[in-house]
């Protein structure tokens, strides 16, 4: 099956930091999301992108869907304690998605 | 409120019990899937439901059964299970099998097998 690469595992940083990640792909995607899981919930919809080369904002967090549609990183500007949890990638290659390892955020006030 | 609402939230159950796990949502999608989550691993898609019918049944062992009765309400039946078979099993839906608008996830129960 399509493999999804996403980095870093984790990440501790201080409060008001910017923090990226992102996800690469042995294959071609046609749909990239980024989702945010808040502990002891599902995964929530950060951002959603459609085509190679998009960039789209949600607040202080940013996306792009790669050029060569096999990656895509997240952005988070100016972080805050609330950012904390999973964020994980997600790629719709032709049905169904598949899920990164996710990257674990934390944030140190 | 996610839209997505799954019961119980936490379930410990014996490797001889028998359970169910129930997942309902009201969005008017026709696509549902199970979702087994299991620590520093990627999500692990299980059971695919389209209209009703199921579309994928992606090598799931034989003691998890799912059973989707109308587009609104989805089950996951457990027998026999393993502790291996511990995770937080998360159920989702979305308008058809497309996924352009993203999945809805619920929050899930997270499953104790001793």
């Known amino acids: 099956g399509q493999q999804l690469n996403q980095s870093p595992q984790s990440m501790f940083i201080q409060e008001g930091e910017d923090v990226s990640m992102n996800c690469t792909s042995s294959s071609i995607f046609n749909t990239w999301l980024w989702y945010k899981q808040d502990p002891g919930e599902g995964p929530v919809l950060l951002i959603a992108?459609?085509?190679?080369?998009e960039l789209t904002s949600n607040g202080r967090l940013t996306a792009q869907f790669g050029i060569t549609r096999k990656d895509s990183f997240l952005n988070i500007s100016a972080s805050i304690p609330s950012d904390v949890g999973i964020y994980f990638c997600?790629?719709?290659?032709?049905?169904?998605?598949?899920f990164g390892a996710g990257t674990r955020l934390t944030v140190k006030p | 409120e996610t839209g997505v609402t799954q019961t119980p939230r936490h379930l410990v159950m014996g490797m001889t019990n028998k359970k169910s796990l129930k997942c309902e949502q009201h969005l008017g999608h026709n696509a549902m899937y199970w979702y087994k989550q299991s620590a520093k691993k990627p999500l692990e898609l299980m059971f695919v439901y389209n209209f009703k019918e199921q579309t994928e049944n992606n090598s799931v062992p034989s003691r998890f059964s799912p059973e989707c009765p109308n587009s609104s309400h989805l089950f996951l039946h457990l027998h026999t299970l393993q502790p291996e078979d511990s995770a937080l099993y998360l159920c989702?839906?979305?308008?058809?099998?497309?996924?352009?608008?993203?999945?809805?996830f619920g929050s899930g129960t997270r499953l104790t097998v001793v």
């Open positions: 989702a839906s979305s308008q058809e099998r497309d996924v352009v608008y993203g999945y809805t």
């Open positions: 992108l459609y085509k190679a080369g």
């Open positions: 997600a790629g719709q290659p032709l049905y169904d998605m598949r």
